[in-house]
């Protein structure tokens, strides 16, 4: 297809993509499912599990291969604005506070999963074929591992938004404990990637260039900004100049933990975490949000959606396997959790809740297994098996929340500085 050709294609694509996820919105709403969760079922709807099954002709016409260059730097776009977001909301003087608390769910919330995962892998790996040939027993357990420990980051911090949980301490102790565990789950897929292509060197650089940027962006970036922040706190005023400025070190930062191969997602929330708050923070979620989560965001789901094919599963004993996966990450994820949650502290009420949103695998997971089938290191079915296994542990989340926690008002802490 020509440059022209493609345009003409995307304007085509974002048409359908936004108006089906709106559609399937209305009625997941219903059920008393965010936004997030009817876009992540409208990706798998608009891929090759229903559409390109029922509809091939159009799912074909629709999609064609070249306009996946395109939709993919789009969609990761996207993901990385608002990444952005959830770091300007993110609240570290909670994190500090709770850090206790975040620590214990954290390490829970890796522990138990990564062990379960390691079991499953393991298990497949002695007693089928569904690993490629490639793919050693170790890379097979620990990407397992990693896979079941990951958390929908992106996603948990909408359905924080969506539940009104930002500033609490559930909130901000679910959104912590899941940062901390996505970083180490991302190292862990690096060891596989390094261990997979026989170079360590890609570990070493994943890993410790990742901690790098956090220190560089934390220790040096945030106070030069928050001292430059004072003279726009004068004037009351971003400029558009500014606004550009912050979202070029938005992108320098993604742009730099993709280069690693730690994803542009950690990079964009670090940078956004880094960022002052007051008028700057705010004037860049009220630019940037709208068209970030309307319009750009959604193409990531439908990106993943055509990549995963449920009809893989055609057997009895395949859909046993799928079961034992979605089994293991719950009781790993959510039931951990909520044991670390208690016995930091934490209220039963407040850590069912962190329980319950940090069993959520979502968008992060579709992010790791979307590389793993890209690399070699898992198969199909498998990718078909942790696809399951998100979209369902995602689509728990809201409807358990609200009858175990409730949808009682939470207080959130005060910002530092505005305690009375």
């Known amino acids: 297809m020509t440059n022209l050709q493609l345009a003409i294609q995307l304007f085509l694509q974002l048409a359908i993509i936004l108006m089906v996820c709106r559609v399937v919105g209305l009625i997941a709403a219903r059920f008393g499912q965010p936004q997030v969760v009817a876009e992540m079922i409208a990706g798998v709807c608009m891929g090759p599990s229903l559409m390109g099954a029922f509809l091939p002709d159009v799912s074909k016409a629709l999609f064609p291969p ?4 395109v939709l993919f730097p789009l969609s990761q776009l996207g993901l990385a604005l608002y990444m952005f977001i959830v770091g300007l909301e993110f609240r570290m003087d909670i994190v500090k506070k709770r850090f206790g608390s975040s620590m214990a769910v954290s390490f829970a919330g890796m ?3 990564f062990i379960l995962g390691a079991a499953v892998g393991w298990f497949f790996y002695n007693h089928t074929t569904l690993f490629p040939e490639k793919t050693s027993m170790t890379n097979a357990m620990i990407f397992m591992g990693a896979s079941m420990c990951i958390t929908a980051f992106p996603m948990l911090a909408r ?7 930002a500033g609490t301490t559930m909130g901000t102790v679910a959104i912590g404990a899941g940062a901390i565990d996505d970083a180490a789950a991302w190292g862990m897929l690096a060891l596989v990637l390094a261990s997979f292509n026989g170079d360590m ?3 070493v650089l994943s890993i410790g260039g990742g901690i790098g940027y956090v220190l560089v962006a934390q220790l040096l970036i945030r106070p030069l900004l928050e001292r430059y922040a004072k003279g726009i706190e004068a004037r009351g005023k971003v400029s558009d ?3 550009a400025f912050f979202l070029s070190l938005m992108c320098l930062g993604a742009w730099w933990t993709d280069y690693i191969e730690l994803h542009a997602v950690f990079g964009a929330f670090i940078m956004g975490s880094a960022m002052p708050r007051g008028i700057v923070n ?7 949000q709208p068209l970030a989560v309307a319009l750009i965001l959604p193409l990531f789901f439908t990106y993943s959606g055509l990549n ?7 057997t009895g004993y395949l859909w046993l396997l799928a079961g034992a996966v979605l089994v293991a990450a719950i009781v790993g994820k959510g039931v951990a959790c909520w044991g670390a949650a208690r016995a930091s502290g934490i209220s039963n009420r407040e850590a069912m809740g962190i329980g319950i949103l940090m069993n959520a ?4 997971e579709l992010i790791i297994i979307n590389i793993g089938l890209q690399k070699g290191i898992i198969s199909a079915e498998i990718f078909a098996m942790l696809a399951i296994m998100a979209v369902i542990t995602t689509l728990m989340a809201s409807p358990i929340f609200e009858r175990l926690v409730g949808t009682g008002t939470f207080k959130a802490e005060p910002e530092p500085g505005t305690e009375i």
């Open 308 to 314: 995963t094919r449920l009809g893989l599963l055609n």
């Open 241 to 243: 100049s500014e606004y």
């Open 201 to 203: 060197s890609h570990a």
């Open 66 to 69: 070249d306009s996946m260059k």
């Open 111 to 113: 522990a138990a999963p």
């Open 282 to 288: 705010r004037t860049i979620i009220e630019r940037t």
């Open 361 to 364: 695998r979502g968008l992060m």
């Open 159 to 165: 359905i924080i938004h969506f539940k009104g949980l």
